[in-house]
């Protein structure tokens, strides 16, 4: 049990709803369990946070939040836009696919509470579609990819690649093959969004003031 002494945060109740969901499972993610857990009344935790479903909100924000920083540092990163926007996909698979082996119980907990907090996750999913997007905005800007809708395209992107990253195709992340198949997906994908290296080069050759026809 959490020691009732330390002073009484969101952080600290989100931290035990965390081990609560751990031990218990997701049914007992409840104000009344995490106070239980922590050594204090319900009431006091319910100055911090008011129902279970705005604990399980904020079980799921802090999962995101510490899975983000890694990808935004790639977007700052400097380099070719394929190789950045494939990082940042192959990073986003790394993520998911440890943090589903190492912690399991509450890799399931947020697979669940996930369809719940929808707000939470509709932000996530805005946030993974504009890193793609600037990504592949400098990849236009560079002539490496093709004058596209950045945000559609990023978009369109993270649907087609849901199975290799999405929670709820994670009983399928065991599949040897599940990586060729990315890659067989990877390689479609940038087909249709790269620019030919010929027309890259004949783009540069042509005088000022002229357009490729």
């Known amino acids: 049990m959490a020691s009732p002494e330390l002073p009484l945060t969101r952080d600290r109740i989100v931290a035990t709803a965390e081990d609560v969901l751990r031990r218990f ?14 050594g204090v009344s319900h009431a006091a935790v319910y100055r911090h946070v008011k129902t279970k479903a705005e604990l399980r909100e904020l079980v799921v924000q802090c999962w995101v939040d510490e899975m983000m920083p890694p990808l935004r540092a790639l977007v700052a990163r400097k380099g070719p836009a394929p190789k950045r926007l494939r990082q940042l996909f192959d990073t986003l698979i790394g993520i ?11 890799f399931a907990a947020y697979r669940s509470f996930a369809a719940e907090t929808q ?29 596209v809708d950045p945000v559609a395209t990023s978009q369109a992107i993270l649907f087609a690649t849901s199975r290799f990253h999405h929670p709820a195709h994670a009983m399928e992340w065991a599949n040897p093959k599940l990586d060729t198949i990315y890659d067989d997906v990877w390689r479609i994908l940038m087909e249709g969004l790269s620019v030919e290296k010929k027309s890259r080069v004949a783009k540069r050759k042509l005088p000022k003031g002229r357009s490729l026809r």
């Open 96 to 106: 998911k696919r440890r943090r589903a082996a190492a912690d399991p119980e509450l």
């Open 25 to 38: 499972g997701p049914e007992k993610a409840t104000v009344v369990d995490v106070a239980r857990a922590l």
């Open 119 to 147: 707000s939470v996750a509709a932000a996530h999913v805005e946030e993974l579609v504009e890193l793609g997007a600037a990504i592949i905005r400098s990849g236009v800007e560079e002539g490496t990819f093709r004058d």
